[in-house]
């Protein structure tokens, strides 16, 4: 007979395994069903923690367990802990930012108990850490650092593991970055236990089209696809007749499992949800029937009866196989696919102190919106990225970043190419950006020392790289030759993918441009061996690109 597994690789293999083979079914809206109990002040704890839900779970946990009971009965194959607004500064709000570690443990504790009495053999059930957007946006509203929200999702994720929790589901998402943050939190976790959770992401399209942080799901799924994900989805914001252009959008790109847990419907001037089960259930079976889906479920104003339809639906369907076409994709607010069809793409260069003495002086004056104004005039005139360097030895670095960066991204919703030697100054920017940015640049000069220090932060914030035709040779360490750069190339190739892990669609190479004119005898017939380099390089790595300064030939 078989068993339930009771080890975290167990079941994390068991739920990895189950996706694969069926449509899972999420529960229904927690905070809505929490309304629907008529819960007095007495009952949160007093008229300070009113409408504390998360507090309930030190209060009244039976109404707790009796919600996450309903939806198992109904049919859910996974419910969400009660534990949305868990971070210590949003419990901080009720003066419950000391008990942030015990409220996420304790609602993990509740679920894990519950999920284990109706597990059976055939019918395991799991839990969804869930983890809330918080009360800021990095990219929004400002007013934290991407460190310091990082340490509030910490403090939340590590009393959801302690509790049980078989996987960590970042959800209602409004800001990438907030994700990346949560991520970050995630990973520090990891590292210092002994069996890391699977990671799911779900992020909420509002009415206009795309997440309040500005991206649409195209832009999300390109910075958040570095990771080895649970699933994907949307949940929140509009019912799911809302959702049909961007879940098919996800379809379409995603490598990984999707899901769909929307309202029901838009609230009415009362704030009540009005769509039926068999509204929302007939909308989804399109879906559904589209290929689209692997896990369903509920958000705001569903409950048990949404569930039980969802439940039906799902057993009688096949769950998406994900079969996503390899690309370069790259994004700022806006998403941007490097096509053959588009090419050549423009970076535009003025936004660096080295190649334009205006922008020097204003970052100088310290003009900061005057000089996020030379960006937002490149992508006017065209540029499809936006190159940033701000390496002045006679200024600091890091602090330039800091200040220049935020107003160059209220301006410019194209990918961001982050111009620096400095490793720390490169990962305060990816902390900066919500998208996936290209990181210009790496090579062999020094031997391995600057793909150690910045190739792992390629992986851990999403980033594609731009990768020099340079070795540490004393001879010829600059690729001149069409023959030379296809060499260094190769060795940079293996070292790339398979000891960094850098996929090829995220590797531009620079075949590198040399000044024209000069007289240097060793530069004779450069320009044409670049061209040649760079016909070689593709062939030889067909699912890279290439990139090339091209002002180097007037220096």
């Known amino acids: ?36 109990e008529n819960l007095t002040a007495q009952d949160f704890g007093g008229e300070e923690l009113e409408g504390c839900n998360e507090n309930l779970v030190l209060t009244r946990p039976d109404v707790v367990r009796r919600l996450h009971e309903k939806y198992l009965k109904a049919g859910a194959d996974i419910v969400e802990t009660n534990t949305f607004g868990g971070t210590p500064f949003v419990l901080g709000e009720y003066g419950l930012s000391d008990k942030a570690y015990e409220i996420n443990r304790l609602a993990c504790e509740i679920a894990r108990q519950v999920c284990k009495e109706f597990s059976t053999p055939e019918w395991p059930r799991f ?28 403090q939340q994720a590590k009393g959801l593991y302690d509790g049980g929790a078989d996987y960590f589901l970042i959800e209602t998402c409004n800001d990438t970055s907030n994700v990346k943050a949560c991520l970050a939190a995630i990973d520090r976790l990891h590292s210092e236990v002994k069996d890391p959770l699977p990671v ?11 997440m309040l942080g500005g991206q649409g799901v195209d ?31 996800l379809a379409e790109m995603s490598p990984f499992p999707i899901s769909c847990v929307p309202n029901a419907g838009l609230p009415d001037e009362n704030g009540k949800y009005l769509e039926t089960p068999e509204l929302v259930g007939n909308v989804i079976s399109r879906f559904i029937e589209k290929g689209w889906l692997n896990v369903l479920g509920g958000c705001c104003g ?10 039906e639906i799902a057993d009688a369907a096949t769950p998406r196989l994900a079969a996503p076409r390899p690309a370069s994709r790259l994004s700022g607010i806006e998403f941007l696919e490097v096509t053959e069809e588009m090419r050549p793409l423009l970076v535009g260069e003025r936004t660096n102190v080295i190649g334009s003495k205006k922008f020097r002086d204003l970052i100088t004056a310290g003009k900061w919106e005057e000089a996020a ?29 800091a ?30 950006v919500q998208g996936k940015s290209i990181i210009n640049s790496v090579n062999l000069e020094d031997g391995e020392e600057r793909f150690a220090h910045v190739l792992p932060m390629a992986k851990k914030y999403g980033a594609a790289v731009v990768v020099g035709c ?12 069409k023959e030379r750069k296809v060499e260094i190339a190769q060795k940079e190739y293996d070292l790339l993918m398979h000891k960094y892990g850098i996929p090829p669609e995220d590797i531009y190479w620079d075949a590198l441009v040399f000044p024209c004119g000069t007289g240097d005898e060793q530069y004779r017939g450069s320009a044409v061996e670049t061209i040649e380099g760079v016909r070689l390089l593709k062939e030889k790595f067909p699912s890279t690109k290439t990139v090339l300064g091209i002002s180097n030939v007037s220096f």
């Open 1 to 36: 007979m078989l068993k339930i597994p009771e080890d975290r690789p167990s079941r994390t293999a068991l739920l990895r395994q189950r996706l694969k083979e069926k449509i899972l079914v999420l529960d229904g809206g927690t905070g809505t069903a929490l309304q629907d």
């Open 127 to 154: 839990v969804a850490a869930s983890i809330g957007p918080t009360t800021k946006a990095i990219s929004v509203t400002g007013g934290i650092t991407f460190d310091a929200l990082s340490e509030q999702f910490y």
């Open 200 to 210: 799911a992401i779900s992020g909420t399209i509002e009415p206009m089209g795309t």
């Open 219 to 249: 832009a999300l799924l390109t910075s958040v696809a570095h990771r080895d994900l649970l699933y994907i989805g949307l949940n929140c914001a509009t019912g799911p007749e809302f959702m049909t252009d961007h879940i098919r959008t």
């Open 302 to 311: 569903t409950h048990s009866g949404h569930v039980a339809r969802l439940r």
């Open 373 to 401: 104004e030379v960006g937002r005039a490149q992508v006017k005139k065209g540029a499809h990225i936006v190159d940033v360097c701000l390496s002045n030895p006679d200024r600091d670095e890091k602090a330039d970043m």
């Open 403 to 432: 200040m220049f960066m935020p107003e160059l991204l209220k301006k410019v919703r194209v990918p961001v190419m982050i111009d620096s030697t400095d490793a720390e100054v490169i990962e305060d920017a990816l902390k900066l």
């Open 470 to 481: 340079i070795d540490d040779d004393p001879i010829q360490g600059m690729g001149v030759t």
